[in-house]
C-alpha cells in the first residue's frame, strides 16, 4: 500500500486531530496516510512529577472528549500515565466584586473536566495507529504541495519528492494550515493583540481540583489544575496579555516572575515557589469561511482557532474529527468516495453552527472583561452575582462547557 501511494483518506498533520481521525478510520477497510513533520517521539513520557516533567501544552479536556477518546480506546493509555479530573471552577473578575463558581455536583457529574499534558494525549493516539496495516505512517515528512479534487484523485507532493493520491484529503496541519494555504481556502480572522504565556508552576497550597480563572483588564489568566505528590503542588498557567506587556514578562528572572504572577492571581494558591520555562503563542481568532472543497477537508485548529480562555480549543477539534469520521464511514457503508462534496458539505453544515457560537462567546466574552468603562463593570459584577445565584441557568451554562448541552 505504502509504495503505490494511492489511499482512500490522506491526513496531513498528526497532532491531536490528525491522530484521531487516523484511528477513527482504521479498522473499517479503508487505506489512510497520516502525515507528520515533526519526528515522532520514541521515547516513553517522564513518570516524574515536577516542573521539569510537565509539558507545558495541557488541555482542559470536556467529558464529551474524553468519551470519544474511550471510544478510541485511548484514555486507558492517557489515565495509565497521568490526568487530572478537575470538580471545581472558580472565575473572578480583577476589577469588582463578581465571582462565579461551577461545581460538578451542581450537574451530578464526578467531573467538570480533565487536564491532559497534550504529548500524553497524542501518545495515546498515536500508539493506537503505529503499526495499524491500514496506516502508513509518514515521519518525518512535509507537504509540498496538493493538487485536485474534482473528480479525480487529490494529488500530494512531500518535500524530498515522495507523492501520494487520496480520494479525500484532511488538513489537519494546525492553525497555520499549509493545505489551507494551498487550496485557496478563505479565512477570517483578527488579531486579539495577544500573546499568551505558558508554564507550569509550583504553588503553596493545593489547586483543591479548581480550575482558577482571574480575568484582568490586560487579559485572562488560568490556573489549570495538575497532578501533585501530596507534598507540592502544581498548575499549568495560560496567561493571555496584551501584546505589549508580554515580552517583559518572559525576560523575568524566574522569582521575579513568580512574583508577578502571584500578584496577577491575588495570591489565591499562596505563594508561587517556581516555574518551569516560560512559552507564548501567539493569538489569533481565525475561522475558514468553507471548511470544504471537493476531496479536502478541514478539521480542528486548520478550521478555527479560538481565544483558549475557556479551554475549548481541542474540544470542539475533536467534534469536527468525531463528525467527519461519521460521515466518511456512512458515506462508506452507501458506496459514496470520501470527497465526494456532498458528503463533506453535511461535515461542514454539522460543525460550522457550533464552532461558531463558541468562538462569538468566546470574543464576547474577552471583550467584556476588557471594558474599564464603570457601567460595563457594574453589569460584569452584578452578571456574575446574579448567574451565580441562578441554579438553572448556571446548570445550562455548566452543561455547555462540558460538551453535555
Ligand atoms: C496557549 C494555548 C492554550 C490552549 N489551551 C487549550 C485547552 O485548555 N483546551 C483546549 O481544548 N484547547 C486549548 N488550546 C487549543 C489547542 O491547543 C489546539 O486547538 C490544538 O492543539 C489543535 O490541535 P490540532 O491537531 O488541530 O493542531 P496542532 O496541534 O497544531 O497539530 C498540527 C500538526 O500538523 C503538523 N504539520 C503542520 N504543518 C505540516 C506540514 N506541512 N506537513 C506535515 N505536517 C504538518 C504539525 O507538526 C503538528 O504536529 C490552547 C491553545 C493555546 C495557544
Redesign the pocket.
Known sequence: MAETGQYDVAV???????SALAASLSGRGMRIAL????PLAEEELPAGIGLEYFDA?????TPRSRRLLEDLDAWRSIAGYRQLPYRHMTVWDAEGTGQIEFDCSEVDAPALGYIVE?RAIVKALLSRVQGAPDIALYNP???AACDGGDDRPVQIGLEGGESLQADLLVA???????VREMAGFETREWDYGHR?I?ASVELEHSHRETAWQRFLPSGPLAF?PLPGDGQRHYCSI?WSLREELVDDLLALEEAAFCRELEQAIEGRLGGIFGSSPRFA?P?RQRHAVDYVQPGIAL????AH?IH?LA???????LQDVAVLAEEILAGRERGTSPGELALLRRYQRRRKGENLLMMAAMDGFKRLFEQQALPLRWLRNVGMRGVDQIAPLKQQLIRHAMGLG
Do not use: Y
Not at 501544552?57 to 479536556?61: G, M
Not at 489537519?172 to 499549509?178: N, P
Not at 479551554?311 to 477539534?317: P, V
Open positions: 496531513i498533520g498528526a497532532g491531536i486531530a490528525g502525515v507528520e513533520a515533526m501544552r495541557v488541555s482542559a479536556l497534550n515528512a512535509r507537504l489537519a496541519d494546525g492553525a497555520l494550515s499549509r499568551a505558558v489549570l495560560v503563542f493569538l478539521v480542528a485548529d486548520a482557532t483558549p479551554g475549548q480549543g481541542i474540544n470542539l477539534g
